[in-house]
C-alpha cells in the first residue's frame, strides 16, 4: 500500500504538526542523531534528513517502521494538540479521496488524533490489485471491517480469508499477515482498529509497567 495520509475531519481542528517535524521531534527527545537513525534502520540519511524537513513523502511501510524504531504509535505522529470533543469524518468526504486512486494505489486516512493513543483507527481504500507488499506484523490486535468490495488475509502458512463488505474479521497483529484486495477490477474500502499501544510510555501511563529508566527496543 502506497501513501500515509492524515485527513482533516469536517470539525475545525487546530494546524496538525507536519509528521516531519514529530519525527525530528521525537528522535531528538530520545537523543538520537540522524546519522544514528540511519545506521539502526537502513534509511539514507540524506532520506531522514529531508523527511524532517518536510520535503519528501513517506509512504505507510516505512513510517510503520520508522514508528516502531521510535518505540511510538503511528497516531502519535500527528497533531499536537485535541481537537473538537467529536471528529467527523462524512462518507462524502472519504469517497472524494477514494475517486482519485488508480489500480494498485491505496489511501489512508486516520481517523483520529493524539488524544486517543489507545487506538488507532485507520479508513483504508485499496485499488483494484493493489494491498500489501509485504508480510506485516505488530504489538497488539486488530478489528477489520470490510466497507465496500473484498479483501483477502494472507499469512505465511499460506492460509487466505476472505472478508466480504459488511464482513468483520478479528486477528492478533504479531502473527504476519499481508492484506489484499481480493478483486483486479473493483477497489475495496476497510477500516481496521488497532488497539493496543506499543508504546511503553502508555503502558506505563496505564498502570501496566512499573517505570524502569531504561532504552527502549526498537
Known amino acids: 500500500m502506497s501513501i500515509a495520509e492524515k485527513e482533516t475531519p469536517d470539525s475545525p481542528q487546530p494546524e496538525p504538526t507536519p509528521i516531519g517535524a514529530r519525527l525530528r521531534e521525537i528522535r531528538q527527545g530520545k537523543g538520537l542523531t540522524i546519522q544514528q537513525v540511519a545506521d539502526a ?3 539514507a540519511l540524506s532520506f531522514l534528513s529531508l523527511l524532517e524537513r518536510d520535503k519528501v513523502s ?7 517502521r520508522l514508528a516502531r524504531f521510535y518505540g511510538v504509535r503511528m497516531v502519535s505522529l500527528f ?9 467527523h469524518f462524512t462518507a462524502a ?3 472524494a479521496k477514494a475517486a482519485t486512486i488508480g489500480p494498485g494505489g491505496a489511501i489512508f486516512t486516520l481517523l483520529a488524533d493524539r488524544r486517543y493513543r489507545h487506538l488507532e483507527p485507520l479508513h483504508i481504500v485499496v485499488g483494484p490489485g493493489g494491498g500489501d507488499p509485504d508480510f506485516r506484523s505488530y504489538e497488539g490486535e486488530s478489528l477489520m471491517v470490510v466497507l465496500e468490495g473484498s479483501v483477502e488475509i494472507l ?4 492460509a487466505r480469508t476472505l472478508v ?3 464482513d468483520f474479521a478479528f486477528f492478533d497483529g504479531r502473527e504476519p499477515r499481508r492484506i489484499i ?3 483486479m477490477d473493483a477497489r475495496a474500502a476497510l477500516v481496521i482498529a488497532t488497539s493496543p499501544p506499543n508504546d511503553r510510555r502508555d503502558r506505563i501511563v496505564d498502570g501496566d509497567e512499573r517505570l524502569i529508566i531504561q532504552s527502549e527496543d526498537s
Open 41 to 43: 534502520t537502513g534509511f
Open 58 to 64: 513517506i509512504n505507510v511501510d516505512n513510517l510503520t
Open 79 to 87: 497533531d499536537n494538540e485535541p481537537g473538537e470533543p467529536v471528529l
Open 93 to 95: 468526504s472519504l469517497a
Open 155 to 158: 499469512d505465511r502458512k499460506g
Open 164 to 166: 466480504e463488505g459488511g
Open 181 to 183: 484486495n481480493a478483486s
